[in-house]
């Protein structure tokens, strides 16, 4: 039997699938023990001192503190970019809150494997202050803000 070789955007897919699945267990099963989240990186309203989630329990915090909060999140990949052992993803996340409104962010979405088949780090270069807040039955325009 052939064992499937992952490669980093694969698992980057996987990891968008499971979030969008709202499947736990699975996004977790997807990091190494010692993974770094850092959505979005440095200081923010999700991560005030801006180090990362780092390790697997915080990046379990960090998937029911902010994923699991949300009603629906989408992926909008334009273009993906695959070096190594990492992705680089250019496009759009709409996540849906309750109450209706969408919060969408326009950035590039890395991931990094570990060489053992496990994401080692998911790093979003989007800015906070420029995400897009929609009510519901908006549109958003697709521009970026700069």
């Known amino acids: 039997m052939t064992q499937e070789v992952l490669t980093v955007r694969d698992l980057a897919r996987r990891s968008q699938a499971a979030v969008s699945a709202k499947d736990r267990a699975t996004w977790l099963g997807l990091f190494a023990p010692d993974a770094v989240v850092e959505d979005p990186i440095g200081p923010s309203p999700l991560d005030p001192d801006g180090a990362g989630h780092r390790g697997a329990t915080a990046v379990a915090a960090f998937y029911d503190n902010v994923i699991g909060q949300a009603e ?75």
């Not at 992926?75 to 969408?104: K, M, Q």
Request: hydrophobic fraction near 45%; glycine fraction near 14%.
């Open 72 to 146: 629906r999140i989408s992926f909008e990949i334009e273009r993906s970019y695959l070096c190594g052992d990492e992705v680089a993803d250019v496009g759009a996340i709409r996540t849906t809150l309750p109450g209706g409104f969408t919060v969408v962010v326009h950035g590039v979405f890395t991931y990094r494997g570990d060489g053992a088949g496990k994401l080692a780090a998911l790093r979003a270069f989007w800015e906070f202050d420029s995400a897009a807040v929609l009510d519901e039955g908006s549109v958003d325009s697709g521009l970026a803000v700069e």
